[in-house]
């Protein structure tokens, strides 16, 4: 007969088979499968029997200390989380150690980096072997700081840090080599990820990302999308593939669908409070008059909802000429905007760049003479500006509202107060670290580790 051990609710194991000297477990009778904290998940043929690797952070919010390990599959099952979320995970067999004690016990892989222990062992592991009792805690004893030092020092990733790429499409740009540069100064592992060569597999048991030249991107930790307006579709595609085999995306795929659609923008931002110029949409050349009439009459800027960097954005400035760039789109099912003019603002605006709900950085732009739109990519000169605690509330509530980690928000002075005029999900860097000498590439950065909980041990 096997004498049953008394445990505490929460203790210190070992994994001896996946060379894991030690992981604090929740142990809890009212679960019934144990599970391990495991990422990067990817099944291979060994002998005819599929294996899968994975790889373990065994110190809660510390990413730093990896182990890589292999293991058998015995099963793949649909398990219900705590959450109450199904999902179906890949069942290995592995021994555990608890004080002096061992035995083999079954553990479905999954991410378990929203949950307050890095494993949990189930009442399934338990049977015949121990008693819990909820009252205790730690009945084998603590693992000191100093002895996870020891036991993961080895193991611990400084040098290469996360595997992050950057999914652009021009590896030349400046604001993609800043994003590089910054992640290599703070010790990570950065990857340019040509969006174009990327394509993925669709499949319920083994989804991946491939790379041209067969080159599987699963193992990322995280990404940084930069996708230009054109790729949006498929851009956001990838990045939803990413994100459903659980690589961090800085800006997510929803996010920035809703960003490149200019109305619907609008309409989130003024749900959210956010104060916007005058603004007036109409499907049909009919209603052109009242349309100009409704944003207080010409002069006024037409916009493409298509366009990006200034391009596709007219100032009318009589109500004659409003009528023919109008009547003009429409006749070629182009979809616009008509906006009222902030003539006060002289061609000038604000661009304030807020990176994880703070404004990092911010310049004022400034047209060409004789130009009206202060965008950097048509000539538009950019200096330092000390802006205001509302600019940067307004700011701070826009990218909120859009859901953006990253975003360059553009705000126009008007004799009415600050008035937001877009925000963009992919904002260039040139202009405005130029401007204000700030490393924004590095809070970016910053960004993802505080998303990881990037400490040192």
């Known amino acids: 007969m096997i004498d049953k051990v008394i445990v505490g609710s929460e203790e210190w194991c070992a994994l001896p088979e996946l060379k894991v000297p030690a992981v604090k477990v929740r142990v809890d009778s009212g679960a019934k499968t144990s599970a391990l904290h495991a990422e ?8 005819g029997e599929t294996w899968v690797r994975f790889i373990i952070h065994p110190i809660q919010r510390n990413v730093k200390s990896i182990i890589s390990c292999e293991a058998k599959v ?3 099952r649909i398990v219900k989380s705590s959450t109450g979320t199904r999902e179906s995970r890949y069942v290995i067999n592995t021994e555990i150690s ?5 035995w083999v016990i079954e553990l479905t892989l999954t991410n378990r980096d929203s949950m307050g222990f890095r494993m949990l062992l189930g009442r399934e592991a338990m049977t015949g072997k121990i008693i819990v009792d909820p009252d205790e805690r730690f009945k084998f004893g603590i693992v000191t700081p100093e002895k996870i030092k020891e036991y993961y020092n080895a193991n611990s990733n400084e040098k290469h840090g996360l595997r992050i790429g950057v999914l652009a499409s021009n590896p030349e740009l400046y604001s993609n080599k800043r994003i590089m540069e910054a992640g290599e100064l703070r010790g990570h592992e950065m990857h340019f990820l040509n969006i174009k060569h990327c394509y993925m597999k669709l499949d319920a048991h083994q ?7 067969g ?6 930790d995280a990404i940084i999308p930069r996708i230009r307006p054109s790729m949006t579709y498929y851009g956001c595609s990838i990045i939803r593939h990413f994100e459903s085999l659980k690589v961090y995306s800085l800006n997510n795929a929803t996010s920035i669908t809703q960003s490149r659609d200019k109305l619907y923008s609008l309409q989130m931002l003024l749900n959210y409070g956010v104060e916007i110029p005058t603004t007036g949409f109409a499907n049909s050349p009919l209603d052109t008059n009242d349309l ?3 944003v207080g009459g010409s002069p006024l800027i037409v916009k493409l909802l298509e366009g990006t960097q200034g391009k596709g954005v007219v100032l009318a400035e009589t109500k004659k000429a409003a009528e023919s760039v109008i009547n003009a789109f429409k006749s070629v099912g182009a979809n616009i905007l008509v906006q009222e003019f902030i003539k006060e603002a002289n061609g000038k605006d604000l661009r304030l760049f807020v990176v994880d709900g703070k404004v990092v950085a911010a310049m ?14 048509l000539g538009g000169k950019a200096s330092i500006v000390k802006v205001t605690a509302e600019e940067k ?6 990218a909120k509202a859009m859901n953006l980690k990253v975003a360059g928000v553009d705000i126009i002075r008007s004799a009415k107060g600050p008035l937001l005029l877009e925000v963009n999900s992919s904002p260039g860097l040139e202009g405005i670290e130029g401007a204000t000498g700030k490393d924004i590439a590095g809070e970016m950065i910053k960004a993802i580790e505080k998303s990881f909980k990037w400490l040192n041990l």
């Open 98 to 102: 608890l004080g002096e004690k061992s």
């Open 364 to 377: 004022q732009r400034e047209a060409l003479p004789g130009e009206f739109r202060a965008n950097i990519h």
């Open 74 to 76: 015995i099963d793949k």
């Open 40 to 47: 990067q998940i990817t099944p291979f043929d060994k002998n």
């Open 393 to 398: 509330k307004i700011a701070i509530k826009a």
């Open 207 to 213: 989804p991946e990302i491939h790379y041209r030249g």
């Open 215 to 220: 080159r599987i991107l699963n193992d990322f």
């Open 292 to 294: 100009i009439n409704m």
